[in-house]
């Protein structure tokens, strides 16, 4: 086990207000997240945008 003090922490709010954006974010900024993973994500969402965009709907 971490020697590291824990928190819970709940977040709560309306539908698309940004409550997974905001936690990602803080995860980031605490670095807890490695900037290389945020990279990787970066860059599978700008290839699935592109892959939205070209194909027929």
Do not use: C, W
Request: cysteine-free.
């Amino acid at each position: 086990m971490s020697d590291k003090p824990h928190q819970n922490l709940a977040v709560i709010g309306h539908v698309d207000h940004g409550k997974s954006t905001m936690v990602g974010r803080l995860l980031f900024e605490t670095g807890s997240v490695p900037e290389h993973v945020i990279e990787q994500y970066r860059e599978e969402a700008e290839e699935r945008a592109k892959a939205a965009s070209s194909s027929p709907t």
